[in-house]
């Protein structure tokens, strides 16, 4: 972890889609930011997601990906210091945006150089900031 460009900013490992899905591949340079509400991941991540909801599809109105609101959602899992955390797949509803339709909290990170894990993936995990000057730090913990 390091937080010397003003972020608390660290390398997450794989990830996984659905439920008790092992993680593969890596997702590479993240920051936990709770002044986010989503979770800006990598678009081919992102699109693997959505693919697995039937009813999904990229709207470009809304800027993202929607979806029904009566639709099931897959677990999002990531792997952060060697450590698998679980974002229920209720917790990735973000929105309704009219009629039946839904706005997802995962979306691409596009433009942005990293990804961003807001409040979507902070309310699934305990999360620690050690705001020390000599060792800035950040702790993960699941919750039980």
């Known amino acids: 972890m390091t937080a010397s460009n003003g972020f608390w900013e660290f390398t997450a490992g794989g990830y996984g ?6 993680p593969t591949g890596s997702l590479g340079d993240c920051i936990a930011d709770t002044g986010t509400t989503l979770l800006y ?8 997601y959505y693919n697995r909801v039937a009813s999904a599809s990229y709207n470009s109105a809304q800027g993202g990906y929607v979806y029904s609101c009566a639709a099931t959602l897959p677990d999002f899992s ?13 917790d990735v509803a973000y929105s309704p945006i009219g009629g039946s339709q839904c706005f997802g909290g995962i979306q691409a ?31 993960f913990a699941n919750k039980a």
């Open 41 to 48: 991941l990598p678009s081919n991540v992102v699109t693997a």
């Open 78 to 90: 990531l792997v952060i210091g060697g450590r698998t955390f679980v974002v229920p797949g209720a």
């Open 17 to 22: 889609i659905g439920k008790n899905a092992t």
């Open 109 to 139: 990170n596009t433009g942005i150089g990293f990804n961003i894990l807001g409040d979507i993936f902070l309310k699934s995990a305990f999360v620690v900031f050690d705001q020390s000057q000599a060792s800035p730090r950040i702790g």
